[in-house]
C-alpha cells in the first residue's frame, strides 16, 4: 500500500501543486480544502502523515495540531507557511509539529521533509501507544518488581540535568521513559524534541539537528534552526542513537561537551541549554568494540542508564496492560468490552511477545475491534496467539512429534523477532536469520504468521 498523506489547506491551488508533486513521487494523497473534513478523514483513513496550513478559515493549523498531538500522535503533522512567518512556524514544531516548509516551497525540500515524516511514523509505529499527558502510561503500567524499578529511576533523575541512556528492545516503550524524565523535571513547562537518527538520512541529519543558513545547499531557501536550538532550555530525545555515523557522533560529542553549535553554513556558534536523553535497542558497549560507536560518547551518553525489560520478562504485568488497553480501545472504538475470559486472559499470558508491548496493543484492538460480544473470549485470539497455545499445553504423542512442536514453536519466535526488527520486510529478516528471501516465505507460510502484524513491507 502507498503511503497515505492528508493535505489540508484551503487555497485550492497549492493543495493541486502538492497533490501532483506527492502523487509522482509514490504517495497516496487525500485534499481538505475545509479544514473541518480533515477530523473525518483522521477517523476513516489510516494517514501517515499530516501537512497543513496555519492560516485558514474555520480550524487553523495549530488546532489541528493540538487535535493531532491529543488524539494521534503517532502521525507527523507538517506545517506549510508563508515567507515571513517563520517564527510562527518554529512555535508550531516546539508544539510538537514534525516539520515545516515555507511557500514557495522547493520540490527537493519538500519531498525530503515528507519522506523523512513517513519514516518517523513507520518507526513510531514500532513503539507503545502516543503519549498522552498523564504521568499513567502503557509501558510503565504494572506492579511487577521490574517497572517499579524503572518508575523509581525515573522520578529520581527527572529532576537533574544528567543525561539519560534508554535501553530495550523495540516496542519496550524507550520514548515514553524519554518523555516521563521530561514531565517530571524542572523544564516540563518547556519543548521536548525527540528525533529518531535511524529514519533521517546520513547527509541530512546535521542540518537537523543543528540547523542552516540560507543558501547553505541546494533547496535551502531560507535559515532554518536545528533540533538542538528548538530544544533550548527542555529536552532532546535522540532515538536509535545506535545508527548515527561516526562523523556525527564527534560533532554531538562537541555540542554535549561544550553546549554549542554552528548551523550548517553559518559561522555564528549558538550556545544552547538542552537536556539529552537518548535510546537504543542494540548493546552500545558492543557496538564501541566493534568500532561502530566512539567509546568517548558512549561513556558521555551513559551517565544514568536505564534497562527497560521486554514484555516476556514481566508478565505478571500482561494483564494490568490488556486492561488498559481494552479500555483505551472501548473509548476509540466505541465498543463496550466489560470482560476477559480465563482462557483467553492465560493465552495472553503465555504468549511471548517478541513485539512486546506494541504488538500487545495490536492483538487487542484488534479483539476489541473484531468482538461479537462484550466478552473476549479465545476465539477472539489472534492466529499466531492461537497457534502458539500448543507450548503451554501438556506434550503428548511420540519423540518424534514432540521434537517437532518444539522445533516449530523456536521457528515461529525467532522468524516473529526478526520480522518485527525488520518492520516485516521479507528480505532484511531472511538476512537476519541465515535464510533464502524463498525460504523465509515458505515457513511464514507453513507456521501461518500474520506479516501484516509487522507493518509488513514489501
Known amino acids: ?144 518488581p521490574q517497572i517499579k524499578e524503572v518508575i523509581k529511576m525515573i522520578y529520581k533523575i527527572a529532576p537533574s540535568p544528567s543525561t539519560v541512556l534508554v535501553l530495550g528492545e523495540s516496542g519496550t516503550g524507550k520514548e515514553l521513559v524519554a518523555y516521563e524524565i521530561h514531565h517530571n523535571s524542572l523544564r516540563a513547562k518547556k519543548p521536548f524534541i525527540k528525533i529518531n537518527c535511524a529514519a533521517i538520512p546520513a547527509t541530512l541529519i546535521e542540518s537537523e539537528l543543528f540547523g542552516y543558513e540560507k543558501g547553505a545547499f541546494t533547496g ?120 476477559v475470559m480465563p482462557e483467553c486472559m492465560n493465552q495472553l499470558k503465555n504468549y511471548n511477545w517478541p513485539g512486546n508491548i506494541r504488538q500487545l496493543e495490536n492483538a487487542i484492538e484488534r479483539m476489541v475491534l473484531m468482538a461479537d460480544s462484550q466478552v473476549l473470549e479465545v476465539n477472539d485470539l489472534p492466529k499466531e496467539i492461537l497457534n502458539i497455545a500448543l507450548k503451554s499445553e501438556p506434550e503428548t504423542g511420540g519423540f518424534k512429534e514432540i521434537v517437532k512442536r518444539q522445533t516449530q514453536s523456536l521457528e515461529r519466535e525467532l522468524i516473529e523477532k526478526a520480522l518485527d526488527e525488520t518492520c516485516g520486510n521479507l528480505t532484511k529478516a531472511a538476512d537476519k536469520l541465515g535464510l533464502s528471501r524463498k525460504g523465509l516465505q515458505i515457513k511464514v507460510k507453513e507456521l501461518g504468521i500474520d506479516r501484516t502484524e509487522f507493518h509488513m513491507e514489501s
Request: hydrophobic share 40%; with cysteine; aromatic share 8%.
Open 1 to 144: 500500500m502507498k503511503p497515505k498523506v492528508l493535505v489540508i489547506d484551503d487555497e485550492k491551488n497549492i493543495t493541486l501543486v502538492l497533490q501532483a508533486v506527492l502523487e509522482k513521487a509514490g504517495f497516496e494523497v487525500l485534499v481538505c480544502n475545509e479544514s473541518g473534513n480533515a477530523l473525518i478523514y483522521l477517523k476513516t483513513e489510516k494517514i501517515n502523515v499530516i501537512i497543513t496550513d496555519l492560516y485558514m478559515p474555520g480550524l487553523n493549523g495549530m488546532e489541528i495540531l493540538e487535535y493531532c498531538k491529543k488524539n494521534y500522535s503517532h502521525i507527523p503533522v507538517v506545517v506549510i507557511t508563508a515567507y515571513g512567518t517563520v517564527e510562527t512556524a518554529v512555535s508550531s514544531l516546539k508544539n510538537g509539529a514534525f516539520d515545516y516548509i515555507t511557500k514557495p516551497f522547493d520540490q527537493s525540500e519538500l519531498l525530503s521533509v515528507i519522506q523523512k515524516a513517513y519514516l518517523t511514523y513507520e518507526q513510531r509505529e514500532k513503539e507503545p501507544i502516543s503519549l498522552q499527558e498523564t504521568s499513567k502510561v502503557s509501558s510503565l503500567t504494572g506492579d511487577g
Open 220 to 339: 535551502a531557501m531560507t535559515s532554518k534552526p536545528g533540533r538542538f536550538e528548538l530544544a533550548h532550555e527542555g529536552t532532546l530525545f535522540l532515538d536509535e542513537i545506535a545508527e548515527m555515523s561516526l562523523e556525527m557522533q564527534v560533532k554531538l560529542l562537541r555540542v554535549l561537551q561544550e553546549q554549542q553549535f554552528e548551523r550548517v553554513g553559518g559561522i555564528h556558534t549558538i550556545r544552547v541549554d538542552t537536556r539529552i536523553i537518548t535510546a537504543t535497542n542494540k548493546d552500545l558497549a558492543t557496538e564501541v568494540k566493534t568500532g561502530k560507536f566512539r567509546e568517548d560518547l558512549y561513556y558521555r551518553l551513559n551517565v544514568v542508564p536505564i534497562s527497560l525489560p521486554a514484555l516476556r520478562d514481566r508478565k505478571e504485568d500482561i494483564e494490568t496492560l490488556v486492561w488498559f488497553f481494552v479500555a483505551q480501545f472501548n473509548q476509540r472504538l466505541q465498543k463496550n468490552i466489560t470482560s
